[in-house]
């Protein structure tokens, strides 16, 4: 079991919304004058920042976390781009297209077709890659994940992946091969409306997934993604244990880099519709309240989320944005120069193109978000890799193996 879990048992979402409503706007003002002479937030601290006293001071709020961000980041944004490997899923969460159960266009794509889906997205300039796939072993199988990161490692000095949880062995063989970043959300901490969410499957383990973090930190992988999928639960409550979550493990596996994302539910096969949607001005409330609460961790916004909104979030906290996002497998094929590959179209075995998980929302090149963010005096950053950390971490994952007798 995870140890997190027995932390988050104590944690009580009703006495966390109470506390949220009797935070007056003089202990917001008290706090933000604090943070902003240097003292370090506590723990019990987010209550006040994510409260509706503090959505009332978002503007003191944003200028604190946009000279928090410049301090320890500078004024640079990380760029990095998604490859859906699969939309096969043997899970069923209410709130996506992918789910088992819908009517949708399927297909997983093999090891070469990745490949030259990598190549594109490398000729764009992108060097973090993040590899996506619904969760079904059956089709995207360790051993193609394995092949693949050997294949995709000289190209991309940054990859990581958001597949199914998987156990630390596993996760050291990922590692051993090239990937050295896990992103896994939560979705929500809430356990009563996770089973609502995830009926059936795999997925609804809530403890195996709230353990994978502490799992692939242990094999070795170098950055640590969570998130909670904004909507499914108050967003308030959500910020707390996503909070404690990320401190928890910056607190106990300190050689991960620890990032977190703020994916809003965005339209989907299934017609599912949030029963708790977060406005824009609350989702930047959110992401102030991350920075100021954890200024070192990463904080990233995906293509959800519309151009005008990312822009305007460039300097407030976020420091990592996707960019030329497909979230169909094979998405990126339809941009293929047929002299350079000989793969020459996305469609599956049915001749139909695959299906995305959901509508991107900022449909910008690549090299138009690049410029909007230069456009703001910032600068992109396409790679972020200390090589000597490899070795190191190439000896912890190795040792893992060892003590479980691979
Ligand atoms: S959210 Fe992930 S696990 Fe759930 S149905 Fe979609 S792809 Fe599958």
């Known amino acids: 079991m995870s140890p997190f879990h027995e932390i988050i048992s104590l944690l009580d979402s009703a006495r966390i919304k109470i506390d949220h409503q009797d935070v007056t706007t003089g ?72 789910n088992v159960h819908n009517k949708v266009n399927r297909r997983t794509s093999n090891r070469e077709e990745i490949l030259s889906e990598a190549r594109l997205i490398k000729n764009q300039h992108i060097s973090q890659l993040l590899l996506v796939s619904g969760e079904c072993p059956a089709e995207v199988s360790l051993d193609l994940l394995e092949a693949t990161a050997r294949g995709l490692k000289g190209m991309f000095p940054s990859l990581s992946i958001e597949v199914y949880p998987m156990d630390t062995p596993d996760y050291a063989r990922l590692y051993q091969a090239g990937i050295d970043g896990l992103a896994i959300y939560q979705e929500t901490y809430d356990q009563n409306i996770y089973s609502m969410v995830h009926p059936a499957g795999p997925k609804r383990d809530y403890r195996y997934r709230l353990g994978a973090p502490e799992r692939g930190a242990a094999a070795g992988f170098r950055q640590i993604g969570l998130g909670s999928l904004l909507g499914l639960n108050d967003w308030r409550v959500e910020s707390h244990y996503l909070m404690h979550h990320a401190a928890y493990l910056m607190k106990h596996h300190w050689k991960s880099q620890i990032s977190v994302s703020f994916p809003r539910l965005r339209p989907a096969a299934g017609g599912y519709s949030p029963e708790f949607p977060v406005s824009d001005r609350e989702l930047v409330q959110m992401i102030c309240a991350f920075r100021l609460m954890l200024p070192d961790a990463g904080l990233v916004l995906s293509t959800r989320e519309p151009a005008e909104l990312r822009d305007n979030l460039i300097g407030l906290g976020i420091t990592k944005m996707s960019a030329g996002s497909k ?80």
């Open 27 to 98: 202990q917001v003002k008290a706090l933000l004058e604090s943070i902003g002479s240097g003292d370090a937030s506590r723990s019990e601290d987010i209550s006040v920042l994510v409260s509706p006293a503090a959505g009332e001071l978002l503007e003191p709020m944003a200028r604190l976390a946009k000279t928090v961000t410049l301090r320890r980041f500078g004024r640079t944004i990380q760029m990095y781009a998604p490859l859906y490997i699969s939309n096969h899923c043997s899970n069923s969460c209410v709130y996506c297209g992918f």
């Open 327 to 406: 979230t169909a497998p094979g998405g990126y094929l339809d941009r293929l120069d047929n002299n350079i590959d000989k793969i020459d179209n996305n469609l599956n075995e049915q001749g139909q193109p695959a299906e995305g998980q959901f509508n991107v929302c900022d449909d910008r090149t690549v090299e138009e978000v690049a410029q909007s963010i230069r456009s703001k005096g910032y600068d992109t950053v396409w790679k972020d890799w200390d090589q000597g950390f490899e070795k190191q971490n190439e000896n912890q994952g190795q040792n893992i193996n060892k003590e479980n007798g691979k």
